[in-house]
């Protein structure tokens, strides 16, 4: 019988797939979500979704916006569906399914939702399986492509769509506090970053235009 991976097995795949190094600000990101996949894949529990593809590509595209060189940004996702034993086309595709959805309005929704059969994928909001901070992501993202602004008043909005979905709401709204606030966290530390870079690169500029000093003593006579 084969042993189970473990995240150490997973981290290493991650790094032998990916070599180059990654900015430090994104380095906890990336392996914190290595982790978090790992643990919820091994799970018996777990069962493989839109909502659930729609959660691990929004939160990666959030959270490395406007990682540079771009080529590393693509190549670290493809890295992280390697070492979880995923396909990256499949996630990117079953994200992109979601998009069917949008303008709708919530009340559309809520009667699609209510109907004997939903259309996929919003069948995958009665989900089944072991729940993860993931689902509540791809749930924020799909909310956040409809009609009327419905995560404006986001609690609101889940207390509406409690009855007639199977997620746990009440996790879900604590799981999305965290989320947007270390995201807000992450957007900080961006804008940080940027603004260092750009003083590094004007005083270096400065330097460059800038005169060189001349030692005057060296030209007093003996």
């Known amino acids: 019988m084969q042993n189970p991976r473990t995240v150490s097995d997973t981290k290493r795949a991650f790094y032998a797939a990916h070599r180059r190094p990654i900015h430090s600000i994104y380095r906890r990101f990336i392996e914190e979500l290595l982790v978090e996949i790992h643990l919820l894949r091994v799970n018996i529990e777990f069962r493989y979704s839109p909502l659930f593809a729609l959660g691990v590509v929004t939160a990666f595209d959030q959270f490395m916006e406007g990682y540079r060189p771009a080529?590393?940004?693509a190549n670290i996702f493809h890295a992280l569906c390697v070492a979880e034993e995923m396909d990256?086309?499949?996630?990117?595709?079953?994200?992109?399914?979601?998009?069917?959805?949008?303008?709708?309005?919530?009340?559309?929704?809520?009667?699609?939702?209510?109907?004997?059969?939903?259309?996929?994928?919003?069948h995958s909001l009665?989900?089944?399986?072991?729940?993860?901070?993931?689902?509540?992501?791809?749930?924020?993202?799909f909310l956040q492509q409809l009609a009327g602004n419905v995560t404006a008043n986001l609690n609101e909005t889940l207390d509406q769509l409690a009855p007639l979905v199977k997620l746990p709401i009440e996790?879900?709204?604590r799981d999305l506090e965290l989320y947007r606030s270390n995201l807000d966290k992450m957007n900080q530390?961006?804008?940080?970053?940027?603004?260092?870079?750009e003083q590094e690169r004007k005083r270096r500029a400065q330097q460059a235009a800038s005169p060189p000093v001349v030692d005057a003593s060296s030209d007093a006579p003996a």
């Open 71 to 73: 080529d590393d940004r």
């Open 126 to 141: 009665n989900h089944e399986g072991k729940y993860s901070r993931l689902h509540a992501v791809g749930l924020y993202a």
């Open 88 to 122: 990256p086309q499949q996630l990117r595709e079953d994200a992109a399914r979601w998009q069917q959805y949008q303008g709708c309005s919530l009340s559309q929704i809520l009667e699609e939702l209510g109907s004997d059969n939903p259309s996929a994928p919003l």
């Open 189 to 197: 530390a961006r804008s940080l970053m940027k603004e260092l870079v």
């Open 171 to 173: 996790k879900v709204k």
